[in-house]
């Protein structure tokens, strides 16, 4: 991964959020993160880390290491890095805005580690990687109710920094990670509520076009009450979810002041599975 820019300083920061594009219509770009080593290869930590919490991987699909972080290797139980193929994704997508002459003015991110990667590497392929810091929201994290044990322990913005990530450390969230806290037990109108919520006051206190990489139900939770729609049953929730595979994008525009899902400036990404070769097969009767 490529070296970051130093931090930008206070001042720097707070007129960033008056500054955007001069685009006629202003677009949110919502993406998906790519592919997550624990979805695609399951229990993986007990095959990983030694006895020493050493991480060795045991697939060329994983990451050739990973960061530092606190409460290593347990970390990453709830918070997967992604595979390489998964950062081949984002960096495919960034690519993809910048052959269509994308202009991204704010960048936001949920603070879940694939999510970062995702982010990182879309900017990368952008060629903005060294021109965005990314602001890590809290208030983007999905459905609570899949966390019943509390809220996974981050990777800190220090460690974070640590590995070369270009994070803003000036960024105050619209809703810090100790609120999640209380919302163990949201419903799923409430977490649409918290994403939708989040968003408006995000586009409140800037101009121009923004990207928020997150979750799968982000790319709904954003966008469906903001285009006029009503937060989705759990059982809705869960059907449209299943219908938006790793790197996803959606775009929403604002015409008029009316926010409108438009076709988004890139082509998807799509590619079929490839199960774990076994050499031994070849060699039984």
């Not at 920061?13 to 624990?38: C, F």
């Not at 991480?55 to 699909?61: G, P």
């Not at 949920?110 to 021109?131: D, K, N, V, W």
């Not at 220090?158 to 419903?187: F, H, M």
Request: hydrophobic share 35%; charged share 20%; glycine share 6%.
């Amino acid at each position: 991964m490529s070296a970051y820019s130093a931090p930008m300083a206070e001042q720097e920061v707070d007129e960033s959020l008056v500054q955007g594009s001069a685009a006629v219509n202003r677009k949110v770009y919502i993406m998906r993160h790519g592919e997550r080593v624990d979805f695609t290869f399951g229990t993986w930590l007990p095959y990983c880390f030694d006895e020493f919490g050493n991480y060795m991987r045991q697939d060329l699909n994983m990451p050739k290491r990973l960061p530092r972080r606190r409460y290593s290797p347990r970390g990453w139980q709830n918070d997967s890095p992604l595979t390489n193929v998964g950062v081949f994704q984002a960096n495919l997508i960034g690519q993809a805005l910048l052959e269509a002459k994308v202009q991204v003015d704010h960048v936001y991110c949920s603070p879940a580690y694939r999510c970062i990667q995702t982010c990182a590497s879309a900017l990368e392929g952008l060629q903005q990687g060294g021109q965005h810091k990314i602001k890590l929201e809290p208030g983007f994290f999905e459905w609570m109710g899949w966390y019943p044990s509390g809220v996974p322990d981050w990777l800190t913005k220090n460690e974070l920094v640590e590995a070369s990530y270009n994070i803003d450390l000036n960024y105050q969230p619209v809703q810090a990670s100790g609120q999640l806290s209380t919302r163990l037990k949201e419903s799923t109108e409430q977490f649409y509520t918290r994403n939708h919520d989040v968003l408006l006051q995000l586009l409140e206190r800037t101009t121009g076009n923004s990207l928020v990489v997150a979750h799968a139900t982000t790319l709904d939770t954003c966008t469906r009450q903001l285009t006029g729609g009503s937060p989705r049953s759990s059982h809705e929730l869960f059907q449209v979810m299943h219908k938006i595979p790793y790197c996803s994008l959606a775009t929403v525009e604002q015409v008029n002041g009316v926010w409108k899902l438009v076709d988004p400036e890139c082509l998807p990404v799509t590619h079929s599975k490839n199960r774990r070769f076994k050499w031994n097969a070849l060699a039984t009767i």
